[in-house]
T-cell receptor
Framework: TQLLEQSPQFLSIQEGENLTVYCNSS?????LQWYRQEPGEGPVLLVT?????EVKKLKRLTFQFGDARKDSSLHITAAQPGDTGLYLC???????????FGKGTKLSVIP | DSGVTQTPKHLITATGQRVTLRCSPR?????VYWYQQSLDQGLQFLIQ???????AKGNILERFSAQQFPDLHSELNLSSLELGDSALYFC????????????FGEGSRLTVL
């Protein structure tokens, strides 16, 4: 069974702090996406990574895809209350077409 | 606004009942996906339709069924409801079959009492 694990499950930090959340699998991904979901809304795509070692930046968010394409990280610099939400990673495993979501990291940024 | 519309937003019903959730995809999107989100299981893929045809099935129970109509809207039917079916049900659409960004609706929150 292919599993996609995210850590930590919960994270509460002060405004201005940096943080990193992780997404791991024992199997190789052909592509991986990060979504953010706010209460009462559906997930919204932040980024898609497809190449091992790829790094993408979206303002204060930095996404990295592992060299072996089995893991990914999301780093937020100088977190703001507006970053609060559920961060989901979702991957397509090599040889598959379907997108599988992790359970997410629930981030709270305290003013 | 993602362009994906789901109704109803909230639904409260009793065990044993049947409900229908409706989804209108983004204009031009041919693929519709249904997901169930609960606190302990996260976002679970249920089923995908592409241009009216079933494309893939995930962890969908036999008590659940779905269809996509010629106008591309989709309905998810949940029957013989149990307490454990209480969850958020999301519809998502994308333009292609397996590629392209997934756009999610705001979800339908189902509470089974």
């Amino acid at each position: 069974t292919q599993l996609l694990e995210q850590s930590p499950q919960f994270l509460s930090i002060q405004e201005g702090e940096n943080l990193t959340v992780y997404c791991n699998s024992s199997s190789v991904f052909s592509s991986l996406q990060w979504y953010r979901q706010e209460p009462g809304e559906g997930p919204v795509l932040l980024v898609t990574v497809v190449t091992g070692g790829e790094v993408k930046k979206l303002k204060r968010l930095t996404f990295q895809f592992g060299d072996a394409r089995k893991d990914s990280s999301l780093h937020i610099t100088a977190a703001q209350p507006g970053d609060t939400g559920l961060y989901l990673c979702a991957g397509v495993w090599a040889g598959s077409y379907q997108l599988t979501f992790g359970k997410g990291t629930k981030l709270s940024v305290i003013p | 606004d993602s362009g994906v519309t789901q109704t109803p937003k909230h639904l409260i019903t009793a065990t044993g009942q049947r409900v229908t959730l409706r989804c209108s995809p983004r204009s031009g999107d041919l693929s519709v996906y249904w997901y169930q989100q609960s606190l302990d299981q996260g976002l679970q893929f249920l089923i995908q339709y592409y241009n009216g045809e079933e494309r893939a099935k995930g962890n969908i129970l036999e008590r659940f069924s779905a269809q996509q109509f010629p106008d591309l809207h989709s309905e998810l039917n949940l029957s013989s409801l149990e307490l454990g079916d209480s969850a958020l049900y999301f519809c998502a659409s994308r333009s292609g079959d397996y590629t392209g960004e997934l756009f999610f609706g705001e979800g339908s929150r189902l509470t089974v009492l």
